[in-house]
């Protein structure tokens, strides 16, 4: 796998790529009948911001794109979900954030509470999985096996199943989005997700069973994403995950290489 060098300008693409999937994944979900979900984006300058009233998890309710231009925003920013009565967080990348933007988040009460990192590569075909592992595309009709398998590999409570099916459907037939199942043996193992948009790929969730995990069913599902890519003439695959995690670690072996660890701010 060839890989561009990083450069700033690409950083900032990487950043675009996650805003973008996420902002498709929301406006989905507020197209659901009445809004259940109480979903709103917001735009201030060049930031993101996403809200959800009954998704109260932070990445459901998070800042991105965020730089020394929005510094004269920030307040409004923050009065924006003060007036939701929600906790938000801010997340910076290295090629935007700079000493005034940091110091001006601390003053106003929030601290840094950790990194996550974007790797990225060049999309290509791969398979290197033995024929125990089979990976195929996930069927409109299986989107509860989808979700309880979403729930159990999350180490949430399967009686949330319905919640999550509820919330994934409506990308199931959504331009871009495809869903994918791995099997050991015949038996389901595991679930990736990918989103497509502007010849990018974007690595957007997988989970494996713990009972499955370590037979290579996870980097199974990453290279028939990359593959997919590829067939999608997506020139560049992105996915984000805990630094040096496993995730991290089998992104890596298909190719891809840390792009930057962006930092996460929250109110104390």
Same mark, same amino acid.
């Given at each position: 796998?060839?890989?561009?060098?990083?450069?700033?300008?690409?950083?900032?693409?990487?950043?675009?790529?996650?805003?973008?999937?996420?902002?498709?994944?929301?406006?989905?979900?507020?197209?659901?009948?009445?809004?259940?979900?109480?979903?709103?984006?917001?735009?201030?300058?060049?930031?993101?911001?996403?809200?959800?009233?009954?998704?109260?998890?932070?990445?459901?309710?998070?800042?991105?794109?965020?730089?020394?231009?929005?510094?004269?925003?920030?307040?409004?920013?923050?009065?924006?979900?003060?007036?939701?009565?929600?906790?938000?967080?801010?997340?910076?990348?290295?090629?935007?954030?700079?000493?005034?933007?940091?110091?001006?988040?601390?003053?106003?009460?929030?601290?840094?509470?950790?990194?996550?990192?974007?790797?990225?590569?060049?999309?290509?075909?791969?398979?290197?999985?033995?024929?125990?592992?089979?990976?195929?595309?996930?069927?409109?009709?299986?989107?509860?096996?989808?979700?309880?398998?979403?729930?159990?590999?999350?180490?949430?409570?399967?009686?949330?199943?319905?919640?999550?099916?509820?919330?994934?459907?409506?990308?199931?037939?959504?331009?871009?989005?495809?869903?994918?199942?791995?099997?050991?043996?015949?038996?389901?193992?595991?679930?990736?997700?990918?989103?497509?948009?502007?010849?990018? +790929? /974007?690595?957007? =969730?997988?989970?494996?069973?713990?009972?499955?995990?370590?037979? %290579?069913?996870? @980097? *199974?599902?990453?290279?028939?994403?990359?593959?997919?890519?590829?067939?999608?003439?997506?020139?560049?695959?992105?996915?984000?995950?805990?630094? +040096? /995690?496993?995730? =991290?670690?089998?992104?890596?072996?298909?190719?891809?290489?840390? %792009?930057?660890? @962006? *930092?996460?701010?929250?109110?104390?």
């Amino acid at each position: 796998m060839s890989i561009e060098i990083l450069s700033k300008e690409l950083a900032e693409t990487m950043e675009k790529s996650e805003i973008d999937y996420m902002v498709d994944r929301m406006k989905a979900i507020r197209e659901r009948l009445s809004n259940p979900m109480g979903i709103e984006i917001m735009k201030f300058g060049g930031a993101t911001a996403l809200y959800s009233k009954e998704m109260p998890w932070p990445q459901f309710n998070t800042v991105k794109g965020i730089s020394i231009n929005e510094l004269n925003l920030l307040d409004e920013v923050i009065d924006f979900y003060e007036s939701k009565d929600s906790q938000l967080q801010f997340e910076l990348v290295p090629s935007k954030a700079n000493k005034e933007l940091m110091k001006a988040l601390h003053d106003r009460g929030f601290y840094q509470s950790g990194f996550h990192a974007t790797l990225y590569g060049q999309s290509e075909y791969i398979r290197t999985y033995n024929e125990s592992i089979t990976i195929r595309e996930l069927e409109e009709d299986e989107i509860h096996l989808y979700a309880e398998i979403h729930c159990l590999g999350t180490g949430l409570s399967v009686s949330g199943k319905g919640f999550v099916a509820d919330n994934n459907i409506v990308l199931f037939n959504r331009k871009g989005w495809k869903f994918f199942v791995g099997f050991v043996n015949g038996i389901p193992a595991g679930v990736g997700v990918m989103y497509m948009n502007d010849g990018i +790929a /974007s690595l957007t =969730f997988a989970t494996t069973l713990n009972e499955y995990r370590n037979n %290579g069913v996870q @980097r *199974a599902l990453l290279e028939r994403r990359i593959s997919e890519a590829a067939s999608n003439k997506c020139d560049l695959v992105i996915g984000q995950t805990s630094y +040096a /995690s496993t995730s =991290f670690r089998n992104m890596e072996r298909t190719g891809m290489k840390l %792009g930057y660890t @962006r *930092a996460t701010w929250v109110k104390g």
